[in-house]
């Protein structure tokens, strides 16, 4: 392993050491995500689902799953899809712009960005981006080595 890359998965390990509160989903309201649409925005915050956190807490297990989605007459299916974005967000760095351009290049939950290799993943994300003005803001190889290292100490929490 390069001496960058050994730095870089000691740091992302005494990082999640440290973390008050590893594994746990950034905290975005969800007007702030552009993967809730505003009617789902409606329909959770009428069952007390204000934000990101609570979204996957509420969308992570079978049973609270289904219940949401008797809650609020989102389909579960949905609600998975949602629950994947969601986890996607507890890797530290992740927010919901870059969030948006992993699942276009084919990462849709932590386990898939957890399998990745940071070049081929940095190339997709390239292509992803192709003519946007976000390709000009794609993070470095060196950051999506460590979502990747970070990725993989996560604990799942989605069944």
């Known amino acids: ?17 440290v973390t008050p509160v590893p ?11 552009g993967f809730v649409t505003p009617a789902e925005r409606r329909a959770l915050a009428r069952a007390g689902v204000l ?4 979204l996957l807490d509420w ?3 079978n049973t609270r799953r289904a219940w949401l989605s008797e809650t609020t007459s989102i389909p579960v ?14 890797v530290e760095g992740i927010g919901p ?14 386990h898939a960005l957890a399998r990745a290799r940071s070049g081929a993943l940095l190339k997709a994300l390239r292509v992803a981006t192709r003519g946007t003005a976000m390709q000009q803001r794609l993070p470095a190889e060196e950051t999506l080595t460590a979502w990747i290292l970070e990725a993989r100490l996560l ?5």
């Open 77 to 90: 299916e949905r609600l998975m899809v949602l629950a994947a974005r969601c986890d996607l967000l507890r």
């Open 1 to 17: 392993m390069a001496p960058t890359r050994l730095v870089l998965a000691a740091a992302t390990a005494l990082m999640l050491l």
């Open 155 to 159: 604990r799942p929490v989605v069944e």
């Open 51 to 54: 934000d990101t956190r609570v």
């Open 23 to 33: 594994g746990l989903a950034s905290h975005y309201a969800l007007d702030q995500v």
């Open 59 to 61: 969308a992570a297990s």
């Open 97 to 110: 712009t870059i969030l948006e351009v992993l699942v276009k290049a084919g990462v849709g939950d932590s």
